[in-house]
C-alpha cells in the first residue's frame, strides 16, 4: 500500500487497537481525511501549553522521552498498517511542532513585551514549510532512514531548522 492512500476500516481497527497507536497517530490528529501532517502539527498545541510551564532543561527531557517513546510507537503502528511511514503517523509532527516552539521557553530570546500571540503561529507555519519543503538533510533522512526512528528524525530537524530561523528572528526583535 502506497503511503498516498487513507486508512482501510481495518487499517483504523488495527491502529487505534493499541496505545502505541493512539500514540503514533497523534491522540487521532493523524485521522483526519487529508493534511494530516498539519492537524498532528496543531493538535501538538495542546499538549504544549502544559509542557511550556515547565523549566527549559525539563522540557528538554520531555522532547527526548517523547522521541523515544514515538520512535518505538511509530515502529509498532507502521507494523499494524503495513506501512512504514504512513501519512497518519503524526506523532513525529508533535515533537518536531514542540522543537520548533522551544525558542519561545527561552526568555532571553523574547523582546521585553514577553509572548506575543504571532510567536507560536510563527512557530507552526516554520515547522510546516520545512516539514514539507524538506531541504537537505530532512529530505535525504526522509527517504533513506526507516522504521520508528526514521518516521522521526526528519520532522526533528525541520523542528530545528524552524527553531532556529524563529530564535533568529526573536532576538533580532528583542
Known amino acids: 500500500m502506497s503511503a498516498k492512500k487513507t486508512l482501510s476500516p481495518d487499517q483504523r481497527r488495527a491502529l487505534l487497537a493499541t496505545p502505541a497507536g493512539w500514540l503514533a497517530?497523534?491522540?487521532?490528529?493523524?485521522?483526519?481525511?487529508?493534511?494530516?501532517?498539519t492537524f498532528g502539527s496543531a493538535a501538538a498545541f495542546i499538549?504544549?501549553?502544559?509542557?511550556?510551564?515547565?523549566?527549559?532543561p525539563l522540557y528538554v527531557v520531555a522532547l527526548l522521552v517523547g522521541f523515544a517513546i514515538g520512535a518505538g510507537a511509530c515502529a509498532i503502528a507502521g507494523r499494524a498498517l503495513g506501512?512504514?511511514?504512513?501519512?497518519?503517523l503524526v506523532w513525529d509532527e508533535f515533537i518536531g511542532q514542540w522543537i520548533a516552539l522551544l525558542p519561545l521557553g527561552i526568555a532571553a530570546l523574547l523582546p521585553?513585551?514577553?509572548?506575543?500571540?504571532?510567536?507560536?503561529?510563527?512557530?507552526?507555519?516554520?515547522?510546516?514549510?520545512?516539514?514539507?519543503w524538506k531541504p537537505w538533510p530532512i529530505r535525504w533522512l526522509d527517504r533513506r532512514?526507516?522504521?520508528?526512528?526514521?518516521?522521526?528524525?526528519?520532522?526533528v530537524i525541520a523542528?530545528?531548522?524552524a527553531a532556529v530561523v524563529l530564535g533568529v528572528g526573536l532576538w533580532s526583535v528583542g
Open 112 to 132: 521585553p513585551t514577553g509572548l506575543a500571540w504571532w510567536m507560536p503561529v510563527a512557530a507552526f507555519a516554520l515547522f510546516r514549510l520545512f516539514d514539507v
Open 159 to 161: 523542528g530545528v531548522f
Open 83 to 88: 506501512v512504514d511511514d504512513h501519512r497518519s
Open 25 to 37: 497517530c497523534g491522540f487521532g490528529s493523524g485521522l483526519a481525511p487529508i493534511a494530516q501532517g
Open 47 to 56: 499538549p504544549w501549553l502544559a509542557l511550556r510551564q515547565l523549566p527549559l
Open 145 to 155: 532512514v526507516k522504521g520508528g526512528f526514521g518516521v522521526m528524525i526528519d520532522d
